[in-house]
């Protein structure tokens, strides 16, 4: 059989996820178009948001941790949506575990320059914030930002053919990887552009002020949510470029 090209597998990922992310345009700016209701197109664009949910309560969940809070990921079928539930307040045992792990992390990768980086650079991002407010920014911006981090994963898989089932599932990582990064681009653009969502965004939950960027913009006095929506966004961007700038640095080495 026939094995499709990188180049085969990226572009038909993304020609299939840009018409996946019509219902959400449409319904953000109420347009009333038929072909973005029911099958495919609508449920193929359901399937996607819940899909992102689950990874964007992952994110509040690991960064959670991170900070020394157990918390655990749900969906929230009441409302819509998913929560991560805070089980307790911060716990010191869990950011001394967390500590340790990043310690053991420098020792283990210390022949990855990169991977040391990495740990050091959320060495600091943890010491310096984790007994101050901030922190708490850091956990609710990490939910919509890890949307970009799973996005640009699924990118690198298709791209670097890390798929082991072969064709097919490397298409999937392609599509999925655009589709979750043009959504939070559909979804950044709404509540920069469209007064309603940015209500119903505002209003979610059946309370006021509980989005995700409104607590951080209430947080952090020098941004408002206009700055914290631009910085997700841009957050997305890089998660696209990144993946294919390493793929370009991977195909020039070999040259």
């Not at 949910?53 to 994110?59: A, L, N």
Request: charged share 10%.
């Amino acid at each position: 059989m026939h094995k499709l090209s990188t180049t085969q597998i990226i572009i038909w990922g993304l020609i299939i996820a840009i018409p996946a992310n019509i219902p959400l345009y449409a319904w953000i700016f109420n347009e009333q178009w038929e072909l973005a209701s029911g099958f495919p197109l609508g449920w193929v664009s359901s399937g996607l948001v819940y899909m992102s949910v689950f990874f964007h309560e992952i994110g509040h969940t690991i960064f959670a941790w991170f900070y020394g809070y157990p918390a655990i990921p749900t969906f929230d079928f009441q409302h819509g949506g998913g929560m991560a539930w805070l089980l307790s307040g911060q716990q010191i045992p869990i950011l001394v575990i967390i500590w340790i792990a990043m310690i053991y992390g420098l020792w283990a990768f210390r022949e990855y320059i990169l991977l040391q980086a990495i740990i050091i650079l959320l060495a600091l991002l943890n010491i310096t914030l984790a007994f101050n407010n901030y922190h708490t920014s850091i956990m609710n911006f990490m939910g919509p930002a890890f949307e970009c981090l799973i996005a640009a994963f699924f990118l690198y898989r298709a791209l670097f053919d890390l798929a082991p089932r072969g064709d097919f599932e490397r298409f999937l990582n392609s599509f999925f990887g655009f589709a979750m990064i043009l959504q939070v681009f559909v979804n950044s653009y709404g509540l920069l552009k469209s007064d309603a969502y940015r209500l119903v965004y505002y209003e979610q939950k059946g309370s006021h002020v509980f989005g995700d960027f409104d607590k951080v913009a209430n947080q952090i006095p020098f941004l408002n949510f206009d700055d914290i929506v631009i910085a997700w966004a841009s957050v997305n961007t890089a998660c696209l470029i990144i993946p294919f700038a390493l793929y370009a640095i991977r195909s020039r080495s070999i040259l």
